[in-house]
């Protein structure tokens, strides 16, 4: 593994972090369609360029176009 690439996979670690919704914020994000799919597309790229899992880094995108389109939906929980 080269500097080039372990930079790319430090910064797609980063981005996953500051997008992933955690404990605090589930309930507050969960139904969010632009979170949950930001979310899952950098899972998605962590996949593809950490792990080169191929058919998660579909699944992930897969289900991201879905939460854009609004078909995957979750309601938010009462505040």
């Keep these: 593994m080269n500097k080039r690439d372990e930079d790319i996979i430090q910064l797609v670690q980063e981005l996953n972090n500051k997008l992933k919704i ?28 950490i792990s080169e899992n191929e058919e998660d880094t579909i699944n992930y995108l ?13 309601k938010p929980c009462p505040s």
């Design 62 to 74: 897969e289900e991201s176009i879905k939460w854009l389109k609004g078909i995957n939906v979750d």
């Design 22 to 49: 955690d404990h605090l914020n589930w309930h507050k994000l969960k139904g969010k369609r632009i979170n949950r799919s930001a979310e899952l597309i950098s899972a998605a790229l962590c996949q593809l360029l």
